[in-house]
């Protein structure tokens, strides 16, 4: 429904006689000589051109005294006001009013709304809620998600041929319904609220789900029956199996090209991400491999040969070691780089930063109290777990610890962060959720710090997540969606019913799992 307006055009500004003005200086009354030549001095005037019309008021202006100067300025104030928005439409310009106010802020266009009715027509014609809604979906992430899982991406930017966009009315209505939806997310976060999916990975010599990736419409895992299993994020059902490695699949990472894996068979296996073809074997490790990160031509590998291993890849079957990295004494658990540092963390209870296009040293993180069996580097920040039960976040460029995180009972065995949250899963078989910006102040008590504990059934082996969702792999063979989108009493974006995404149906979780020792034995923890 549009919203009913109560505005009125803003009268024009009164000018005020010069001579009327209070300045609280009575003025004297008007001689006979100047009655007599004003006219003739008007006229003078009038014909000059406006260069020298200034010229003549600045020379008046400065015979002048102050109490003079003040009357001029009270006089002059009133004129030198302009509703510039509202006269350039009637000069044509109406385009040029409409970029001026797209600047705005959600507040800001709201208040411009109630100037008048021309700065309205000005914010509807030119659809400015529109481009608002646009311009946060090009710049947030998580507005670009909700965008997609919504549906009403389909109304923004250019329509599709043959597809008209709703009137402006839609997008000042959907601006305050996509906030609430938003704060939503948030507090089903907070408070734990979820629907849970869970995917059931076991077969006949499957004993844990080492690793995973996933986006919105497949979910890569690794597992220890040698294989890796990749799966339909809407049937939840396996649509491949990659079968080559002789061992268990301990690492994996993919992009639009290739899925590439680590494994205790001591090789990094290249493949085809659409077709599962194996398409390179790289082998230099002379036992188990750990980790592996890639991006930009580079990857980086770890072993429990207590080596790193820097390889430029210019294409997926054109792989060349480039460098081997040794400081480490005991197996590297994991690595992370950017452009400026490449990180690693291992069970001789160090984190080591090197130089990422020299491969020099650069320094070493000290603080934990047992062996490191995962990190997250992104920026000055790095974030660990360890055997010790404690997470630890670090300034890399001083290698000062920052804060300690304490919670999980046993060995916190994957981590991630984003922005504003850490998410960590430990051997105790659960899921933390922290709060980020809170663990950064130092001010913050420590039990403000965890948001939310999640129950998983088994040690918690690899987790990612997202703005809307953790997805989690564990010992017992199976991998868990927790969706804090869709679920019970959060209310969703106005997107019209034909494009909005049906929720997933909630799965109960299971009854906790017997725990089982621990076939994590490739790597050292302390």
Request: aromatic share 8%; hydrophobic share 35%.
């Amino acid at each position: 429904m549009e919203t009913d307006w109560n505005v009125e055009d803003p009268p024009t500004p009164k000018v005020t006689s010069l001579t009327s003005l209070d300045t609280g200086v009575r003025p004297a009354p008007s001689g006979a000589a100047y009655v007599a030549e004003r006219n003739t001095c008007l006229n003078l005037f009038s014909r000059w051109n406006e260069t020298d019309q200034v010229e003549f008021v600045e020379q008046l202006l400065a015979r002048m005294c102050h109490y003079q100067h003040g009357h001029i300025n009270a006089y002059l104030k009133p004129m030198l006001q302009r509703d510039f928005i509202s006269m350039l439409p009637k000069k044509g310009l109406d385009h040029v009013a409409e970029n001026i106010l797209s600047y705005l802020d959600a507040n800001s266009l709201c208040a411009a709304e109630l100037v008048c009715r021309e700065w309205q027509r000005v914010i509807s014609e030119g659809m400015l809620w529109k481009k608002l809604v646009e311009r946060k979906v090009r710049t947030d992430s998580l507005w670009r998600g909700l965008a997609e899982r919504r549906g009403w991406i389909l109304y923004l930017f250019k329509p599709k041929p043959g597809c008209q966009h709703p009137s402006h009315s839609f997008y000042r209505q959907l601006y305050p319904k996509i906030i609430q939806d938003i704060q939503s997310i948030e507090d089903n976060w907070r408070m734990g609220r979820h629907n849970l999916q869970r995917i059931n990975c076991r077969s006949e010599n499957s004993k844990g789900v080492y690793c995973l990736q996933y986006d919105d419409n497949k979910i890569v895992s690794g597992l220890r029956d040698n294989t890796i299993k990749i799966w339909d994020r809407k049937t939840l059902q396996c649509v491949k199996e990659l079968q080559g490695h002789t061992g268990s699949v301990l690492c994996l990472q993919y992009d639009e090209r290739a899925i590439i894996s680590g494994s205790s068979d001591s090789t990094v296996r290249v493949w085809d991400v659409n077709t599962g073809a194996m398409l390179n074997t790289l082998i230099h490790h002379c036992e188990a491999v750990l980790h592996l990160r890639f991006c930009n031509g580079m990857m980086v590998t770890c072993s429990k040969d207590r080596s790193i291993a820097v390889w430029d890849m210019t294409s997926t079957t054109e792989i060349m070691l480039r460098r081997v990295l040794v400081g480490h004494r005991a197996a590297v658990n994991v690595v992370d780089f950017d452009e400026k540092y490449i990180v690693s963390a291992s069970g001789d209870r160090t984190i080591k930063v090197w130089n990422t296009s020299s491969c020099e040293f650069v320094r070493t993180l000290n603080g934990h109290k047992r062996g490191i069996a995962c990190l997250q580097y992104r920026d000055r920040l790095v974030v660990s777990g360890s055997s010790d039960n404690t997470i630890r976040l670090w300034d890399i460029e001083c290698g000062q610890c920052i804060r300690v995180l304490e919670g999980h009972e046993e060995l916190v065995r994957c981590i991630r962060f984003d922005n504003k949250r850490i998410v960590s899963g430990a051997y105790d078989g659960k899921i933390k959720v922290w709060d980020l910006r809170a663990a950064l102040d130092v001010r913050t008590p420590h039990q403000d710090l965890c948001l939310r504990t999640l129950e998983h059934t088994g040690r918690v082996f690899r987790l990612q997540f997202d703005e809307f969702q953790i997805v989690s792999s564990s010992h017992d063979d199976t991998i868990l969606v927790w969706d804090f989108l869709n679920c019970g009493g959060s209310p969703g974006a106005p997107a019209p019913a034909s494009a909005a995404a049906p929720s997933p149906a909630a799965v109960p979780a299971p009854a906790p799992a017997p725990r089982r020792a621990s076939p994590d034995r490739d790597r050292f923890y302390d």
